[in-house]
């Protein structure tokens, strides 16, 4: 064996080496996270708002593929806190209203689901104490104990309730918070699946909701809701954006393209609000590249059918 060989070798070692070591591949080769992570990102706990239109709720869920051929649900209800009149309440859900009750099937979307709602129940009133309460739950589950006797959590369920208020004196939203970078979502459930199983072959098949659908889940039995990671869901700035214009669609109104904004005060409904909102948020100068672009783009269709 020559000398130029044995350097050959060593040289095709370092390089398998130096592979195993980048990032990419220490990922590919670590098994995908089965732990689903659901935080509060707004509303924050005991803080006092400025009242706008519409005020956002904001659940971030972390890995929502593992829970969502399972039959998932977060449900959450915001109401006032009043002695001397009618109470107000608002609440909505994932999967969104008009869908089925749970989520079924595989799941398409990114690694972070922020889910944000569009609160209109706290305007048009002088209430100013509020609270905001959910409800986590799945309904399949087939994990034994350590007896192989009951379904143990019989549940992974979560509830919980913050209070916050309002006042003219109060913050504006902020969802970014970018003045306290320490601030991260309040985790409010965590569930870990470690195995999943035919329920046909399983007990208590009548429990589940979505008879199309066999596979049930096992959960960790030592640690069935492990530690939140709920920095992971900070806000960004393209989140702050989503929400803005969450908002904006909501409202409908064709001559505010900014939110917060103290004009809005319910909604407009306007016909050309996503034209208007669109042009508003692109610029003339955007506009006027898009319009080229279509232009020359239809020139060249043109010329080509004429060929």
């Known amino acids: 064996m020559t000398a130029n060989t044995r350097v050959s070798k060593m040289d095709l070692l370092g390089l398998v080496l130096c592979l195993l070591l980048m990032p990419g591949f220490r990922a590919e080769a670590s098994a995908e996270s089965t732990v689903t992570e659901v935080d509060l990102v707004f509303p924050r706990a005991n803080e006092t708002y400025q009242r706008v239109y519409p005020f956002p709720i904001v659940f971030a869920i972390q890995n929502p593929a593992p829970v969502w051929p399972h039959n998932f649900q977060l449900f959450w ?65 087939c994990t034994d104990d350590r007896n192989g006797v009951a379904l143990s959590p019989r549940r992974p369920e979560a509830e919980g309730k913050i209070y916050f208020t309002f006042n003219r004196d109060g913050k504006l939203p902020d969802i970014v918070q970018a003045k306290e970078s320490a601030a991260c979502p309040l985790p409010v459930w965590t569930v870990d699946i470690v195995d999943v199983l035919d329920s046909h072959v399983a007990r208590n098949k009548s429990q589940y ?99």
């Open 77 to 141: 209800q915001t109401g006032s806190v009043v002695d001397d009149e009618p109470p107000r309440f608002d609440c909505n859900r994932l999967p969104a209203r008009g869908a089925e009750l749970w989520t079924s099937g595989s799941y398409k979307g990114t690694e972070l689901l922020n889910k944000i709602y569009a609160a209109e129940v706290y305007m048009n009133n002088t209430i100013e104490k509020w609270y905001l309460a959910w409800h986590i739950t799945m309904i399949r589950n």
């Open 209 to 307: 909701g979505d008879k199309t659908n066999s596979m049930c889940p096992v959960f960790d039995v030592r640690d069935p809701h492990p530690s939140p990671r709920p920095c992971e869901a900070k806000p960004t700035e393209e989140m702050a954006r989503n929400v803005s214009r969450e908002m904006l669609s909501t409202a409908k109104c064709a001559g505010v393209h900014s939110w917060p904004n103290a004009s809005l005060v319910g909604r407009c409904n306007d016909t050309n609000w996503g034209a208007a909102s669109m042009a508003a948020q692109l610029g003339p100068s955007t506009l006027g590249v898009v319009a080229l672009t279509a232009i020359l783009l239809g020139g060249a269709f043109i010329s080509s059918v004429r060929e």
